[in-house]
T-cell receptor, first 115, second 112 residues
Framework: KQEVTQIPAALSVPEGENLVLNCSFT??????LQWFRQDPGKGLTSLLL?????REQTSGRLNASLDKSSGRSTLYIAASQPGDSATYLC??????????????FGQGTILTVHP | DTEVTQTPKHLVMGMTNKKSLKCEQH?????MYWYKQKAKKPPELMFV???????INESVPSRFSPECPNSSLLNLHLHALQPEDSALYLC???????????FGPGTRLTVT
């Protein structure tokens, strides 16, 4: 059974810092990995999708890497801003049968960026 | 357009009521999903539809009844819910190739 862990559970940083959020998973037979952002009481916003054959994806100030063999992904946020404050969720989809659409989520990292 | 819409935004219902949640997408996605999310927890998958057919039911109680009348629309029919069913209900959709999921804003359900 796939298990996803995110470290740290919470992070508070001053504006302008570069930061790294970590995600690890127990079963390396993944199809893809997706990073989401969730603001309080809102839906999830997809930030980056990394297919299992890819090593990294970039969008603006965000960069996500994937090391499938070691079961790890990192989300790098450059020059953090107060508007980046949210919960960040990592989710993996396993390959095979009906598993493709089934996301297993980590518990999330609550990020606070203070001015 | 990468938008998934959900109605209503908020719903309060009694334990004897029948209500429905609605989800719509116009991205041509052929997979649609229902999730339940409790406070300070990640979303939990409830149902998956592929090509308008139910492909995954995560052992959800029968008081939740999903329906996919066409490729753009997904409903969740609710009947005889319990207070512990109060949560944020999220809908998502994806292509059946990348499986990149796009989520709606959710319906905040309160059962009294």
């Amino acid at each position: 059974k796939q298990e996803v862990t995110q470290i740290p559970a919470a992070l508070s940083v001053p504006e302008g810092e570069n930061l790294v959020l970590n995600c690890s998973f127990t079963d390396s037979a993944i199809y893809n990995l997706q990073w989401f952002r969730q603001d309080p009481g809102k839906g999830l916003t997809s930030l980056l999708l990394i297919q299992s054959s890819q090593r990294e994806q970039t969008s603006g100030r965000l960069n996500a890497s994937l090391d499938k063999s070691s079961g790890r992904s990192t989300l790098y946020i450059a020059a953090s801003q107060p508007g980046d404050s949210a919960t960040y969720l990592c989710a993996v989809s396993n390959a095979g049968g009906t598993s493709y659409g089934k996301l297993t989520f980590g518990q999330g990292t609550i990020l606070t960026v203070h001015p | 357009d990468t938008e998934v819409t959900q109605t209503p935004k908020h719903l309060v219902m009694g334990m004897t009521n029948k209500k429905s949640l609605k989800c719509e997408q116009h991205m041509g996605h052929r997979a649609m999903y229902w999730y339940k999310q409790k406070a300070k927890k990640p979303p939990e998958l409830m149902f998956v539809y592929s090509y308008e057919k139910l492909s995954i039911n995560e052992s959800v109680p029968s008081r939740f009844s999903p329906e996919c009348p066409n490729s753009s629309l997904l409903n969740l029919h609710l009947h005889a819910l319990q207070p512990e069913d109060s949560a944020l209900y999220l809908c998502a959709s994806s292509q059946l190739t990348s499986y990149e999921q796009y989520f709606g804003p959710g319906t905040r359900l309160t059962v009294t």
